[in-house]
């Protein structure tokens, strides 16, 4: 990797640890940037989860506020996002790699409609009556959402965000707040197996962990002051990027 191209990788983890804390979509920015410096999927995608581990807990800590009184809440919906995430990371290790290239591009354009569906979705939240706390159809939504994100992590806190909010009578903020714990969860479970069993570059970790730090610690200050439309574009962009590199490949 030469050093303009490292510099590339640390940048988009620190664009990725600040968007992950703000919406949930920072993979759309790594994972193609990934591509375009030579790795392939898989690898960059190991590699992907574990090097967002650590910006994940920065915005985490910056939400901590937002945290308090979630314990009994975040300990349930916890334990659901890491068998989840277990699960989606030991698919990504047994499915064949075309699997991989075939599914990933469906994906991104799943997460894509999500991402500029969320002011659709928030408007929505408002308008619905919601009672349950943490119960089983959060639980299994949060499993739903581990897997997927174990799997292929990108835009896995929109697609949290969007069900626990449904299924869920709480403020959007804490949600959030809960939404940046779990993804850190599911990242670092799946972070573990790949170490375990899969190729990982950690030159490509130690960069995106390094940039998705300070991207998370600079989201949580001054994400919610960023016009959410500007970061929809941005992602929206760069995941169609991807999807057509992918298709191409």
């Known amino acids: 990797m030469s050093p303009i191209e490292a510099t590339l990788v640390a940048l988009a983890g620190m664009c990725a640890g600040a968007i992950n804390t703000v919406v949930g979509s920072g993979t759309l920015i790594t994972f193609p940037v990934l591509l375009a410096v030579g790795y392939p999927p898989v690898v960059a995608n190991a590699s992907n989860s574990i090097g967002l581990v650590p910006g994940g807990v920065a915005g985490a800590i910056g939400y901590r506020k937002e945290l308090v009184g979630q314990r009994p809440r975040l300990i349930r919906l916890g334990v659901c996002s890491l068998i989840g995430g277990a699960g989606g990371a030991l698919l990504l290790l047994v499915l064949p790699p075309g699997v991989f290239k075939a599914v990933v591009p469906v994906l991104i354009v799943i997460a894509l ?25 959060a639980m299994a939504a949060t499993f739903g959402a581990g897997v997927y994100g174990g799997y ?48 990982v570059d950690w030159w490509v970790v130690l960069l995106i962990a390094a940039g998705s730090t300070v991207g998370g610690i600079l989201g949580a200050k001054i994400g919610r002051r960023l016009p959410p439309a500007v970061l929809r574009g941005v992602i929206v962009v760069v995941g169609l990027v991807a999807v057509v590199m992918l298709l191409i490949d």
């Open 152 to 199: 292929f992590g990108a835009a896995q806190g929109v697609l949290l965000v969007g069900m626990l909010g449904v299924l869920m009578d709480e403020r959007l903020q804490r949600l959030n707040a809960l939404k940046n714990v779990l993804t850190a969860g599911v990242n670092l479970v799946a972070g573990v197996i790949f170490v375990l069993i899969a190729d």
């Open 113 to 137: 409609i999500l991402v500029v569906a969320q002011p659709w979705l928030s408007r929505k939240l408002t308008s619905m009556e919601r009672h349950e706390h943490g119960g089983a159809s």
